[in-house]
């Protein structure tokens, strides 16, 4: 078992300075700019360390545990993000950062994580992979699709329902998690394997300790960051919609993901897939609901009515990323499909 690389620590090194200027920016009155930007690039970074201390602890624990430890603690960035935006009584960026990584995961991540596939050396054009998983996601996602759906048209119709919204929000958001049990604990034991504590990198003590302090730092920076985010966004004229679809979203996930990214380029295609269509899956089934309980305790509620426009475009994206996956095979082109709808999303928030 090897201890950390030089790069390893370089890169740690690089994540301990940028969390260590945004306190220090927040704890001195820095220009709300300077903090907002040092508080985003601090979020990715973090992001990263949970996601690779969380797979070192799942080398030593089985696989069965890491899914679990992925789904409970790998997007505790965006966890703390949310739930100090929704005290800070930023709804619209509360809400924006938890539908952001649906669609940063689901559009831009699986997107360049098909065509880093495709056009592989001795790909052939094509990324085969095993279709189960990624079904499995596109049905969590539509049951998910279907509450927000419901929930949006009942307030736009001004129906009795919509006078319930909370009410409807928080029994929607346990059954989606008993949904998303249903599905979780037979998917871990059905992969389930020994640990095997030999193919870990990292010790156990150090990647409890990296999980611990990455965990505890996120929570610091998120606050940082969302006490920056209204004079910043101000200063940038760019809406919250922007700030937690977009910003939040890239910060917590595609950081964290790039690693879906290296393994389809090295060939390793059911393994890059798996990585990011059970991060939708978690998002959609799993952070989404617990959030929406989670809100009970603070001052703004968080719920699955969403505007319109969004409405839209999760059941876009849903239907687009079912048909690019659900046959097994990814081409370029349908992988840089999924990043031109991402970006499309981004500039029409832009203006939002």
């Given at each position: 078992?090897?201890?950390?690389?030089?790069?390893?620590?370089?890169?740690?090194?690089?994540?301990?300075?940028?969390?260590?200027?945004?306190?220090?920016?927040?704890?001195?009155?820095?220009?709300?700019?300077?903090?907002?930007?040092?508080?985003?690039?601090?979020?990715?970074?973090?992001?990263?360390?949970?996601?690779?201390?969380?797979?070192?602890?799942?080398?030593?624990?089985?696989?069965?545990?890491?899914?679990?430890?992925?789904?409970?603690?790998?997007?505790?960035?965006?966890?703390?993000?949310?739930?100090?935006?929704?005290?800070?009584?930023?709804?619209?960026?509360?809400?924006?950062?938890?539908?952001?990584?649906?669609?940063?995961?689901?559009?831009?991540?699986?997107?360049?994580?098909?065509?880093?596939?495709?056009?592989?050396?001795?790909?052939?054009?094509?990324?085969?992979?095993?279709?189960?998983?990624?079904?499995?996601?596109?049905?969590?996602?539509?049951?998910?699709?279907?509450?927000?759906?419901?929930?949006?048209?009942?307030?736009?119709?001004?129906?009795?329902?919509?006078?319930?919204?909370?009410?409807?929000?928080?029994?929607?958001?346990?059954?989606?998690?008993?949904?998303?049990?249903?599905?979780?604990?037979?998917?871990?034991?059905?992969?389930?394997?020994?640990?095997?504590?030999?193919?870990?990198?990292?010790?156990?003590?150090?990647?409890?300790?990296?999980?611990?302090?990455?965990?505890?730092?996120?929570?610091?920076?998120?606050?940082?960051?969302?006490?920056?985010?209204?004079?910043?966004?101000?200063?940038?004229?760019?809406?919250?919609?922007?700030?937690?679809?977009?910003?939040?979203?890239?910060?917590?996930n595609a950081v964290e993901n790039a690693a879906g990214v290296r393994l389809a380029a090295r060939g390793q295609s059911d393994l890059a897939?798996?990585?990011v269509v059970s991060s939708v899956a978690q998002i959609a089934a799993f952070l989404f609901p617990l959030l929406v309980i989670v809100s009970?305790?603070?001052?703004?509620?968080?719920?699955?009515?969403?505007?319109?426009?969004?409405i839209g475009a999760l059941a876009v994206s849903a239907v687009t990323v079912w048909q690019v996956t659900e046959d097994g095979e990814g081409?370029?082109?349908?992988?840089?499909?999924?990043?031109?709808?991402?970006?499309?999303?981004?500039?029409?928030?832009?203006?939002?």
């Open positions: 078992m090897t201890q950390l690389s030089a790069r390893e620590r370089l890169g740690l090194a690089a994540v301990a300075a940028v969390a260590a200027l945004t306190a220090l920016a927040h704890y001195a009155s820095w220009p709300a700019l300077a903090s907002f930007v040092l508080a985003t690039f601090a979020l990715a970074g973090l992001a990263g360390v949970v996601a690779v201390s969380t797979e070192q602890v799942g080398e030593h624990l089985g696989a069965a545990t890491t899914g679990l430890l992925q789904a409970s603690v790998g997007n505790l960035p965006e966890l703390f993000v949310v739930i100090f935006a929704l005290r800070a009584g930023e709804g619209v960026v509360a809400q924006s950062a938890i539908v952001g990584s649906l669609f940063a995961n689901a559009l831009l991540v699986l997107g360049l994580v098909i065509i880093a596939g495709a056009t592989r050396r001795g790909g052939g054009g094509v990324m085969r992979f095993e279709p189960r998983v990624t079904r499995d996601a596109a049905t969590l996602l539509f049951v998910c699709l279907f509450i927000i759906v419901l929930a949006g048209l009942s307030l736009s119709s001004h129906n009795p329902v919509s006078h319930h919204v909370e009410t409807v929000s928080v029994v929607a958001a346990a059954l989606l998690l008993s949904v998303y049990f249903a599905w979780v604990v037979p998917h871990v034991r059905g992969s389930k394997r020994p640990a095997t504590p030999s193919a870990a990198r990292f010790a156990l003590p150090l990647a409890l300790t990296l999980l611990v302090l990455a965990g505890g730092c996120a929570a610091l920076v998120s606050d940082w960051f969302i006490d920056a985010l209204r004079p910043a966004i101000a200063q940038l004229h760019i809406s919250q919609a922007f700030a937690g679809l977009v910003i939040v979203a890239i910060a917590g897939i798996s990585l009970l305790a603070l001052h703004t509620r968080l719920t699955f009515a969403l505007p319109l426009l969004y081409r370029a082109f349908e992988g840089w499909a999924l990043v031109v709808i991402y970006a499309i999303l981004a500039i029409i928030t832009l203006y939002e």
